[in-house]
Structure formats: C-alpha cells, structure tokens
C-alpha cells in the first residue's frame, strides 16, 4: 500500500491523495452528522459533573451545514405533508416543555445577556442580533410559538389613521372552521381538495434567462423595495383570502428565489376554492409602506450627521436635530403618498391537489427545493446574472430596509433607536447582502393551525435526531435534571473540531449497530417495532 509520508512517491501521486480532514468531513456528511456543531456545557445537578457536548448547528442556528439543512428539509417536508389535507379540527393545547426546549431558552438568555452587555459597552451588536435572530426561529421550530419578547415592537397608537383600504371583493359569512369542503362523488367517495398556489412580483423588465435585456430601465428600485417588504403582500393575501372563503384558511408556504432574483412564494391552502376567485384575491392585494420619502437625499459623501449623546443626530452645518423616526412619521400629512406601493405580478398560479396523490407529493418535493439554498444563491447563472445580482445589491445600498436602518440618517431623519456610529450604506441587516437580496424574512412560513397533533410528531422527529446526535437516545429523565451553558468561544476545553467529528461518526456508527439489532430481535415477534426503529434511523 501507498504511504502518503513515503518520500519515494512522486510529488503528483502525494498531491493526488485526498486530504484526510476533507475525508473526515465526507464521512460526517454520509452519516448525517452536523460538520459545524455548536459546543453546550451540561451541568447535571444530581452529580455535580459537567462535560461539553456537541449540538447539531441546525438546532440553534439560522445557517445550518448541508446534512443539518438536509435534515431540516425532511422535517419541513413530514410538516406539510402532514397539515395539508387534515380532516380533523387541529386541538390547539400546549405540551410540557422538553429538555431541548428548555437548553433553547438558556442559550437565548445567555445571547441576551451578551448582547446586553456588548450593548452597554457601545459595541456593534449586530452580530449577536443575527444569532439571536436565527434562535428564535429555532425557537419556533423547537415547537414554541410567539416571540419570547413578545410583540417586538409597541404598535403606534396614530397608525389606524393609515389604515389599509379593503380591497373590493367578494365576502363570505366567517366560520370557525379551519377545514376545507369535502365533495362525495355518485359512488359515494369524498374527497377534500386542496390548492397549491404561486404568486410572483410583477415585472420590473423584460428579461431573458433570468437577466435584464436591458439593464439600464430595468426598475431595480421597485425589485428591491417589493422584495423588502414581500413579506407584509403575502400576510395581506392570506387575509384576503381569509375574508373570501369565509373560513379560518390554513397554509405552508415557501418563499423562493426566482431566476430573475426576485422572491415568489409556494403555497399548500387547505381546502379549495374557485379558481377566478384566488386570481381575484392576488390582482386586489396590495400594501401600502407609509414610510418618510427618500426622494431628498441630504447628507452624502463626508456630509453626514453628527451624533451627540443625550442627544441624537443634528445636521453638521446648521447644529440641528434631525427628526426622530417618530416625529417624522407623524409629519406625514394626509396627502402624503406612500413611500411604496406593493402587487404581485399577473403571472397566479393555481392547481387543485387531493391528498395522496402523486401530484401532492410533487408540490411538497417542489415546496422544499430551495429550503437549503438562500434568496442570492447562485442559480446557475454565469457572468450576466453575477452583474444582474450586483446592480440589485446596489439598488438596496441606499434603501432603508427597516424603521432602524441607518440609511435614514441619508434623507434627514434618525432611525429609530438611533445610536452612536450609525453610517448610511452601512447597515448590517442580512437584508442589503447578496445572500438575501433584499428578502430578509423567514422562508418557511406556516399558519398557526396548520398542524397539531402532527405537529406533535413533527417535534419527537426532531428530538429523537436531537438526542441521538447527543448520544443520549429517548433515555428518560428528570427534566429538571441539567442546566445547559454556551461554552465561550476559544474554551480550552472544547477539544478540536476534528477530534469532536470523530467522536460523533463513531457515536453514531454505534447507535446504527444497537437499532440493527433491536430490529433483528423485533423480526417475527413485533412487526410494529421494527417500523419504530426504522422511523427513527
Ligand atoms: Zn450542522
Ligand atoms: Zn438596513
């Protein structure tokens, strides 16, 4: 056998030897573990002993590694699979907390305090506020619903004054119901029909293969202000939608990149209604974004406010306070015009789907292909869709993309919770990065009562892939037992990445032995746990 530390070897044959970390990482991927775990300590209060343990990067981060985003795409996919066609009222009762739940609260609480701290200290939390960003949904995902801050922000009292205008449309008598009509065939059959839908933005320019024709009047400005505030079009669709079927209307929903970069939606409605009306609901929805105009620019360049503390910032020339974001909402007069208007496009599709078939599953496949990939990803293009991406990064430079975005200060207002070192152009919100090209939301959006007892299921998958990436599979204990802390990073402790892979390939080689021999035994004797242990593997 060839030995890569045999000097004899010709340099290329050495060079052609695969690198064994990269092995490693290959290996790991195979056997679905996650290649960038994130270090816990566990105090185990009954025996004072502490030990570092390894949590898959999916289940407290927003960016996961391909086996964890693998993994989360089958859980999204058993998800909707399972709310989809539910002939059964969804009981909506929470469930005691789980050990996983409880570590997710703990790991929250410790980003806040850091968060707190660096706060205090002055420093960019920008950071730490994507972390934070990506545990709450993991928080969500952990089968915990609402924020645990509550509703983020106070609503403005004066904000009825900007009320939305109903759009004209047909309107049902609500119902309480969540399920949609069934049908009986003459042979006496039912059957519950359900709705796959794609709504997109209208067009911004002709283009070809994903690509402006002509890149100079394509309305990179209308792409990036659709795209930051899509998701506030889709909640108004599904309110639309909502008041015209007359019943409580259940979704999961997709949002996905176009080739053409802007974002379009996928979306699985339990129950069904006419096709015209669905067509009529996208072409009557619309959101208004009653923000301050940025028509004006007034600091530019070395031109810009100054911050003064106590204070806030003044205009550098005339020593003047820009108006805080309050003030300048509430200068908006009546005849004010929205900052932006948003429609989908005229391009609506509708299918009718019944539970089971072939074609359900399609969507379903269809609803989760592009989970692993973000909004800016590469979608196969080459060097005109590169330049298609940067003229689109561009356009979101300037634009504010939230009530706090220091571009603000680029037309003469404060962003709201101003502080010191704010700069146009420099926001830090994913919204302005290339990854996300202006859609900083979430990408799986599902109705509260879309699933519940399956919901159930959907959580104990998740747990079990949990606690087997622990090593410490469905092994009952005192829930009050452990108290998890994140390790600092550069703990001497946390031994390194590879050693931790390693150990994890092998934990999990064990555990795949141990459920080969359960169902060895289980054969002829219980067939019901043998599809148990399945399951779980
Ligand atoms: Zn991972
Ligand atoms: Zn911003």
Known sequence: MTHPHDRALPRAVRQAMPMARDVLVEVAILHGVCIRPVPLRRLDIVTGKSEI????????????????????????????????????EPTITPDESNEEQRWLIEFRADYQAQRDAAEKAGDDTAEIDAIITGLDEEINAAGMRGNILGRKTAKRSR?????????DLPKRK????????????????TYRPSLFVTLTLPSYGKVRDG??????????????????HFP???????QNLRRVAGYDVQYFAAVEPQKRLAPHLHMAIRGTLPRTEIKQIAAATYHQVWWPSTDDVRFDGDHLPIWQDGNGYLDPSTGELLPTWDEALDALDKDAEPLHVLRFGDQVDVQGVLAGTPDADQCIRYLSKYLTKSIGDSLGGGQAQCEHAARMVDALR??????????????GV??????????????????????????AGRRVLVSRKWSNKTLAEHKQDRRTWVLEALGQAAEPTDPHRYVWRPVPAGDANVPPLAVRLL??????????????????????????????????A
């Open 414 to 439: 404060q962003p709201k919770n101003a502080k010191a070192g704010m700069a146009p152009g420099r926001c830090r919100s994913k919204a302005h990065k290339s990854e996300h090209l202006g859609y």
């Open 503 to 536: 150990r994890t390939v092998a934990e999990r080689q064990r555990w795949r032995a141990h459920l080969r021999e359960l169902e060895a035994r289980a054969v002829g004797s219980d067939l019901s746990a043998t599809e148990e242990t399945g399951r779980a």
């Open 398 to 411: 300037y634009e504010p993309c939230s009530p706090s975005c220091p571009n603000w200060l680029r037309y």
């Open 174 to 189: 609500m119902t309480s119901t969540t399920l949609g009509r069934t049908f009986t065939s003459t042979d006496g059959k």
């Open 211 to 228: 690509v402006p024709i002509d890149p100079d009047t394509y309305d990179y400005r209308r792409a990036a202000r659709d795209a930051l």
């Open 159 to 167: 904000s009825t004054r900007r009320r939305q205008d109903a759009p």
């Open 232 to 238: 506030k079009l889709v909640d108004r669709f599904v």
């Open 53 to 88: 343990i390894d949590v898959p990067c999916g289940a407290v981060l927003a960016s996961k590694c391909p086996p964890c985003a693998k993994r989360n795409r089958q859980l999204r996919m058993a998800q909707c699979r399972e709310g989809w066609h539910l002939d059964s």
